[in-house]
């Protein structure tokens, strides 16, 4: 089980607004910088954001990204049928001295 | 261009041995960080362990402590994953990836490890 906690689905209609939240504890995500990956099917992962709310460049200003205290949020405006995949958030935990990923979040675009 | 290949995966019996490759490419490789996720079938993703550009620090997730290596050769641009005393539960598709300031920025395709008897 993992120590991030993400729901396990989420889903939206086209052009609504999703977010999806990833809660963790004083020494991942109190302390230290979030990381959002997509992973469509048979892919390997992409970031989506990175350092808590910055995009790489590619990724659509309709990301962003939120923290606050031991918790961060991914949001996805004028939600469309592409952004159906599965959405990771990751940290470095001070305390295990490693990567935590979340459980992953799997979005569905009615 | 970035490139990560994996090599080395395959079918072992519980409590068998197996040696990942990567082989990278299109970057300052003794420069980076480097790491290895995985991920079991139908499963999220674990991070495996990190090992920086010297190859003196090395991390490692508590479920492989002591049973499996992480090793790069900056010469050949390589990085390595020596696994020993496999399980069931490490059967997982093994990603090479680059660690750095945004965490993850550059994957490979996989390597896929099954154990199982």
């Known amino acids: 089980q993992s120590v991030l906690t993400q729901p396990p689905s989420a889903s939206g209609t086209p052009g609504q607004r999703v977010t999806i939240s990833c809660s963790g504890s004083s020494s991942n995500i109190g302390v230290t910088n979030v990381y959002w990956y997509r992973q469509l099917p048979g892919t390997a992962p992409k970031t989506v954001i990175y350092?808590?709310?910055q995009r790489p460049s590619g990724v659509p200003d309709r990301f962003s990204g939120s923290k606050s205290g031991t918790s961060a949020s991914l949001a996805i405006s004028g939600l469309r049928s592409e952004d159906e995949a599965d959405y990771y958030c990751?940290?470095?935990?001070?305390?295990?001295?490693?990567?935590?990923f979340g459980g992953g979040t799997k979005l569905t675009v009615l | 261009e970035v490139q990560l290949v994996e090599s080395g995966g395959g079918l072992v019996q519980p409590g068998g041995s197996l040696r990942l490759s990567c082989a990278a490419s299109g970057f300052t490789f003794s420069r980076s960080w480097m790491s290895w996720v995985r991920q079991a079938p139908g499963k999220g993703l674990e991070w495996v362990a990190n090992?920086?550009?010297?190859?003196?620090?090395?991390y490692y997730v508590a479920s492989v402590k002591g049973r499996f290596t992480i090793s790069r050769d900056n010469a050949k641009n390589s990085l390595y994953l020596q696994m020993n005393s496999l399980r069931a539960e490490d059967t997982a598709l093994y990603y090479c990836v680059r660690y750095g300031d945004v965490l993850f920025d550059a994957w490979g395709q996989g390597t896929l490890v099954t154990v199982s008897s």
């Open positions: 350092r808590n709310n």
């Open positions: 990751a940290v470095w935990d001070v305390s295990l001295r490693g990567v935590l």
């Open positions: 090992i920086k550009y010297d190859g003196i620090e090395k």
